[in-house]
């Protein structure tokens, strides 16, 4: 009897161990806004989930959220704004939970260069690394100081926002973040000014999101993927040196000077709640494309976003 009920517990016990397998794919090589991401990794809060998660950094950062729309991949990391572009496109994506939760976003520029006011970049150069997301905040931001889009001229820097500012190969880059480009232009010298978008005409929206192909996700799985970030969340909150040396610890190139300034600029802007959904910011951001002619007519919250738990 004594082997009978050891073999049955064995049985039982055997699912607990088996990991499901997921792969995320980031928006942007490895940094401080994939905080929860490392960390929940690194105190193996996915593995307390049953999860195996692969973290792939992508080759071209506009890539991950088409690659899962079309299957090859569980889990992206991406922008609200470009959700509303890539749903509007016609891409089966839906916002399952949020990584940052206000705009990290800002059109950048030299401070002691010859932009000062935004109206000044008209007949200029301004770099971008994400098309149609970059355009469509753009065109709000130039709109209020009177310049067009095609006014200016739009160059795609890939990942060297900051590098093309410095180098004068453009006027100025939209899609440089206000925790990590104008750290990183200090660190080389260099004074950096943002010119914020939600002060400049556009929403107030979510800057990183995490988006899944609704046909293809396995709901219980993203639901504990989003646990455990959310667990991450709280420990980076309560330790913030602690999670530091966790995240610098992840891979070498994390540990130097940009991360560990940039690392604390981002943490008043993890998401507490990844699983909830503020509807009216989806709502407020379709409205303002559809009005700036970004997008043609508008979708309801339930084509953009989900709250898995209140499901």
Known sequence: MKHLITAAALLFATPALAQDKMTLLLDWFINPDHGPIIVAEELGYFADQGLEVEIIPPADPSAPP?????????IAVSYQPSQHLHVAE??????????????LNCLLVLKDGPIQEISQLKGGTIGFSVAGVEEAVLSAMLGRHGVRLDDVEMVNVNFSLSPALMSGQVDAVIGAYRNFELNQMEIEGVEGRCFYVEEEGVPTYDELIYVANPDRMDVGQVRRFLRATELATQYIVNNPEASWELFKGYAPELDDELNAKAWVDTLPRFALRPEALDEGRYTRFEAFLAESGLVEGTRPVSALAVDLGAE
Do not use: N
């Not at 016609?90 to 705009?103: E, F, I, S, W």
């Open 66 to 74: 088409k690659l899962v729309a079309a299957g090859q991949g569980d």
């Open 90 to 103: 016609g891409l089966p994506l839906l916002r399952v939970g949020t990584l940052v939760a206000t705009p």
